[in-house]
């Protein structure tokens, strides 16, 4: 091609790509013979130079992923998009990326390692949606409980893996959320006004701004996140989950209405569940058996550590009768709300003011979502789980767009009707990758199975909870000790490749004996853990803050992570060639 035409091959290329892609669904047998005038799209359609032999060869039918590339940014583009697109830019690559791997999203989701990870995740999704919902119905003085909460998982967690452009990641409720809604209520109480009406009202205005910020591709902001963020975030969650389940069974040693012998059994049954996960799933890089069936007992660790725990409170209970008796899965007898109230809130019983000032609230819910979604995306995108469906080289920002999209719109339904919101769960959906990771030999990521099976299945099980009876009292048998020792496993098992986690470790290593790191050898060794120490006083910040009276203010301190990390390198703290090192992105 010429100087004099590229200019306008340059003009035309845009156009004609979109002309393509308008064109693929009806361009199985047709695909129109292009001159070589119009080289500029020649990475969609190919074309021997030689206008005969054009003219006797078919030319090869259009496919989806040719339209699709011919409008994906570079790589460069990947890795450093612009904060912001024209409407609709990103949520329309992130589906034209990930829909041509519809049909493999369900053939590869048959087989018995998304059996393994299904199951152990189910117990994983409904435990915390039977716990959110009693902390809701507690917090809003029954107006949203335990039904509630199982049927936006369910109903949501379906939709979710139907359409998400990033199907492995696993929505739930959030402690940061639960806190919100709670002091939503309160402010309810306080300006005299029913809380449903304001929730919906507030979850309205909460899903416009998340519509508008996916339409607009706001999620490339992410990129101004870095590992530093991602890795204290994870941290909490982590510990969120162990400390809550150390603390349940501490209870039960100090709690007025329980004895000795219950509160020994529920150690037992949870230390068992616990031990017997972790154990099994260390056996795929053991020496007995033989490799299959290594690894079909370490994809079935979990579900088998749940079953050997309920098997022995069952058999303490029929041994023992009452006095060894352990509180169950509180699973709802009926489906209907909680307060018996009608499933669609009354949205005309607030104040026209009422109803415009709950988008203060919803500015706090926005910045909450919004950052709880993008960041748990980011770290399933991590590139040490080797996933390749709908990604761009370099890019962590994939399916982000459309994701928000579809959590924008699930939150405008879940608000009409009084059902919890739900946004990305960090551990659910880091466990349910790691679940899903097929593991070389030497216990490093060969590739991960992408598809939705799993997350449809979850989803669909729980549903099943609610509506059936059989499920219903199977799951009622299932003591809530076996869930603790669950939890302890999803908070632990989700610690290893999080390098605070290991930096911190460090702290109390002799450095002589210390394993091999980056920043070991290149970084010395007090800024190492000066840049720890940083890391471990954010996490005890928004650990604080999480269960104080200002958890409200939870995503805020989120929001300041990502200036404090830029500080610590802008004002000389910690210089920009150790930066680069402790705050490498994984490649």
Known sequence: ????????????????????????PHASGFAPHLGSRHAAVSSVVRHRPSSSAAATRRPRPLRMSDAAAAVAPTEDAAKDPPNFEKFGVGILRDYRQRLPFLASDVKDGLNLQCLAATLFLFFACLAPAIGFGALFGAATG??????????????????YALTSAQPLTIIGSTGPVLAFVACLFQVAKIVELPFLPIYAYTGLWTSLILLLSSLTSASNLVKYLTRFT???????????????????????????????????????????????????????????????????ISNFAPTIGVVGGALIARAARLSHGAMATLPTLAVPATFATTSGRPWLIPLNTIPVWARFGCLIPALMATVLLFLDQNITVR?????????????????????????????SLLTAATSVVGL???????????????????????????????????????????????????????????????????FMYLGISALP???????????????????ESPWKTAVPKNITNLFTSVQIACLGAMFWVKGSPIGV???????????????????????????????KDEE
Not at 379 to 407: C, E
Not at 457 to 486: C, D, E, K, W, Y
Not at 501 to 507: A, D, I, P, S, Y
Not at 553 to 573: D, H, N, Q, T, V
């Open 553 to 583: 203010l939870f995503p805020i301190i989120i929001a300041m992570l990502a200036p404090l990390r830029f500080g610590l390198e802008k004002f000389g703290i910690i210089k920009k060639e150790y930066m680069d090192i402790l705050d």
């Open 142 to 159: 029954g107006a949203i409980g335990t039904v509630e909460m199982m049927s936006s998982t369910a109903a949501c967690g379906v939709i």
């Open 497 to 515: 490749g999080n390098e605070m986690w290991e930096r911190t470790k460090l702290l109390f290593t002799d450095s002589k004996l210390a394993p």
């Open 379 to 407: 770290l399933v995108n991590s590139p040490r789980y080797k996933m390749i469906k709908g990604r761009r080289k370099g890019s962590l920002l994939d399916g982000m767009h459309a994701d928000l999209f579809i959590v």
């Open 1 to 24: 091609m010429s100087d004099r035409t590229a200019p306008r091959a340059r003009r035309v290329r845009p156009a004609c790509a979109l002309l393509l892609l308008l064109a693929v």
């Open 230 to 296: 991602d890795d204290i975030f994870s941290l909490l969650i982590s510990t969120i989950f162990v400390v809550e389940a150390v603390s349940d069974i501490g209870r039960t040693f100090t709690s007025p209405t329980s004895t000795i012998t219950k509160a020994l059994l529920t150690l037992l049954c949870a230390v068992v569940t616990y031990g017997t996960a972790t154990v099994l799933k260390g056996l795929r890089q053991g020496v007995y058996l033989n490799k299959t069936l290594r690894n079909n």
């Open 420 to 486: 919890p919101w739900l946004v990305a769960a960090t551990v659910r959906s880091i466990s349910h990758v790691r679940a899903l990771s097929v593991l070389n030999p030497d216990g490093t990521v060969e590739k991960t199975q992408e598809q939705r099976i799993t997350g449809l299945t979850i989803h669909s099980f729980i549903g099943a909870s609610i509506f059936f009876n059989g499920p219903r009292n199977l799951l009622a048998q299932v003591p809530l000790s076996v869930l603790m020792g669950l």
